[in-house]
């Protein structure tokens, strides 16, 4: 990726002041959608073959431009920040994809998908069929809180293997992704921000299921859930729910 070009972690975090849905023309079909962020300049999401392209907007310089419309489903969220960004995988007969991409604001939820290479936005709406086919890696098998105090952090891993860092300091939660739970691997390109939010507070508590509520994950029906005793350096198991996870 050109150093230019946006990541989907600079966007996290940043407050969604616009959003442009292009059309190839008067009644045509989405073709590109343009989101302009706090402190960031306005990035496409737009059908890139099988897949959904994340690049820095580029606005029509031939005098021709698209149609577009605000009144978009993501413009509806206009002024909210850009809770997290999660990955939408589509896996069907041993092909996985990128899909899209699901937006999540403090109000809500959209996905963006590039579907037969249409562009298609939905909020609250199901899709039909190609929904048994489409994936976010949000379920939890195992998490360790390993700070019993302030700040509040819990090392998870998703079902699908994927290691998680959580933290809430200050009254400011964060999930970060990593190939593992030893710092020495997250410099690299598999690291990146998966949320970020404040809530107005100056707090460094809080508990595990309102950090899972906030931040768009969930616990898998047997996840095991542990506090890491930092004397002793050992896991305890503990039940679920319970206010010290």
Partial sequence: M?????YLSDLVGKQLLGA????AGPGGSPSRLVLHTEGQGPVSLQ???ATLSLTAAVLPVDGTPAAERRDNTMARFTGSPIRSIREIRHRRDGVDRVAGLTFHFPGGNVRVLALDGELVLARDQHLGAV??????DVTL?????????SPSQWDAWTTEGQYLYFRYRHGEGTVEQHPSADTDTWDGEESRLWTLWEDGTDDGEIALPDFLALAGLRLAPDAEVSVLSSWKGREVKVGWPTPDA
């Fill in 2 to 6: 050109d150093d230019d070009e946006p």
């Fill in 131 to 136: 929904e048994a086919h489409l994936h976010e």
């Fill in 141 to 149: 098998a195992r998490v360790i809180r390993t700070c019993l105090a």
């Fill in 20 to 23: 442009t849905l292009s059309q």
């Fill in 47 to 49: 059908p890139h073959g």
